[in-house]
Nanobody, 120 residues
Framework: QVQLVESGGGLVQAGGSLRLSCAAS????????MGWYRQAPGKQRELVAT??????NYAASVKGRFTISRDNAKNTVNLQMNSLKPEDTAVYYC???????????????WGQGTQVTVSS
């Protein structure tokens, strides 16, 4: 199993910055994808950014403002959020796609979520 623990959420004014961090732990063979999703009240969960060995992927709404980075040795993923807007307010969830065994089927894991609130 993979456990994901997020940190770094909070309240910030529009135009400000926050940095989210997520640490993966447990017994697994590899983590293929790490990323961040968010869910605002009354809306569906949406992709924010992902990172793999092949590169990064961002939602159009955050491109140029958010930067995702991963430390493979520490099994951590960070999300640097700059120029925050009120519409970025949501619960942010860390996500990982991991294989528990060498030839195992990849499974999806989620963190508990961290609240980000951007005031206008």
């Amino acid at each position: 199993q993979v456990q994901l623990v997020e940190s770094g959420g909070g309240l910030v004014q529009a135009g400000g910055s926050l940095r989210l961090s997520c640490a993966a732990s447990g017994s697994f063979w590899s983590i293929n994808v790490m990323g961040w999703y968010r869910q605002a009240p009354g809306k569906q969960r949406e992709l924010v950014a992902t990172v793999t060995s092949g590169g990064t992927n961002y939602a159009a709404s955050v491109k140029g403002r958010f930067t995702i980075s991963r430390d493979n040795a520490k099994n951590t993923v960070n999300l640097q959020m700059n120029s925050l807007k009120p519409e970025d307010t949501a619960v942010y969830y860390c996500n990982a796609v991991a294989q528990l065994r060498v030839a195992g089927t990849p499974n999806v894991y989620w963190g508990q979520g961290t609240q980000v609130t951007v005031s206008s």
